[in-house]
């Protein structure tokens, strides 16, 4: 799809730069741009609900599995 979009002059420039060094198309990579960004972003809503449904109880650890992780890093030499 075609779409008309304003960019500062500097942000555009270095586009271009961008886009000579990688031999794609200008508009291959504002596509990238974009959808890299959206990527991001939805990754941040899943962290951002995560953090959300956590804080609203403590986390506990079953004891028995507590100490058995404590020595599992016992025996790795970090």
Same mark, same amino acid.
């Given at each position: 799809? #075609?779409?008309?979009v304003?960019? &500062? $002059? $500097?942000?555009f420039?270095?586009?271009e /730069?961008?886009?000579?060094r990688?031999?794609?198309?200008?508009? %291959?990579?504002?596509?990238k741009a /974009?959808?890299?960004?959206?990527?991001? %972003? %939805?990754?941040?809503?899943v962290t951002e609900?995560l953090?959300?449904v956590?804080s609203?109880? &403590?986390? #506990?650890? $079953?004891? &028995?599995l507590?100490?058995? %992780?404590?020595r599992?890093?016992?025996k790795?030499?970090?």
């Amino acid at each position: 799809m #075609k779409t008309a979009v304003s960019v &500062p $002059d $500097d942000l555009f420039r270095l586009a271009e /730069i961008a886009a000579r060094r990688l031999r794609i198309s200008r508009s %291959q990579l504002y596509a990238k741009a /974009i959808s890299e960004f959206l990527s991001r %972003q %939805q990754g941040s809503a899943v962290t951002e609900r995560l953090n959300e449904v956590y804080s609203r109880r &403590p986390a #506990k650890v $079953d004891p &028995p599995l507590h100490r058995a %992780q404590l020595r599992s890093l016992e025996k790795n030499s970090w």
